[in-house]
Each structure stands twice: as C-alpha cells, then as structure tokens.
C-alpha cells in the first residue's frame, strides 16, 4: 500500500524530472528516439509543466512508498480535458507506476482513487485514452470495467500515433 499525495507548485521540478523519466522509460523502447525527444522538447519543459500543475481545472499526484515516488496520475476536470471536456466526467490524462514497482498494485491503487474522487464529485463516467498498441494497460483498463468508446490521434514529435479512448461508467 503506498500513500497518494497532492503535488504542490514548489515540487514541479520533481514532477517534472519525474515525470520525463518514466515517460522515456516505457515508451523509448518501442519508439523512434527521435520522435521522442521532438515530444519531450515540447511536453517536459519547466514552462509548460508549471502551467499544468496551476490549472485549477488539473491535479497531479504522486504515489509514494515512503518517501520514494513510485507512480503519479494527473486529473483534469472541466476544460482542462483534452477530449470530451464534460462537466460530469473526469479525464485520468497520466497514470504511471515505475516498472520495477509494477505488481504491486499502485495502478490500481491509482485508478481506484480516481474513481473515488469522480464519485465524490457526482460524475457520471471516468475516461482516458491508452496508446492502441500499450496492450497491458487496454487490459488493466478493461478488467477495471473500461469499455472502448472512440480513438483520436496523439502526435508523438512527428509521427501519427492513434489513442484508444476508454470510459467507465459511475
């Protein structure tokens, strides 16, 4: 069991090193280099993650084994979503647990308190969107009771990636 805690504005250079980190460590070996750092050079810049972490509509946080981050998720409601932006759903825009914690159930410790914070809220769906070819994560999802419910396109630098979109109903 680990702890799950709001990232405050002072911790965004954690988040983001962080952050840049576990996205090189799951995707760099499946994708092309260069591709990926055209992405990051955009996506992991302290500007641009500031401006995340103060959205009012968006919030990070990290899972933690003691002091250790192991994963984080970032939630955006409203129009900080980046498809449906509905009122009554919240989008899970990130959600990573590090590859040597994996087995331990930090993902759906995770997810769980998604779901926990889109029912506090009254919403009617959570909703993501999963790389079509991350078929351990469409797995994870669907044995959480997400259904498929459209794709869209993900540029990663300059090459065309589709999304799954998934939503499970509250």
Known sequence: MVSIKKVEVAEVDT??????????????????????????????????????????????????????????????FNNAQTEFQDKNALEIERIYVSGKHHGRYIGRQLLDFAVDIALSKQFDYVWLGVWEHNHKAIGFYRRHGFEFCGSHEFLLGDDRQTDLLMKKLL
């Open 15 to 76: 988040l983001l090193a962080y952050s840049k980190k576990i996205f090189y460590e799951f995707f760099a070996p499946v994708n092309d280099l260069v591709h990926m750092d055209a992405y990051a050079a955009v996506a992991f810049t302290p500007e641009c993650m500031l401006g995340q972490l103060t959205n009012p509509d968006s919030e990070f946080y990290f899972a933690l084994d003691e002091d250790n981050i192991v994963g984080y998720i970032k939630l955006n």
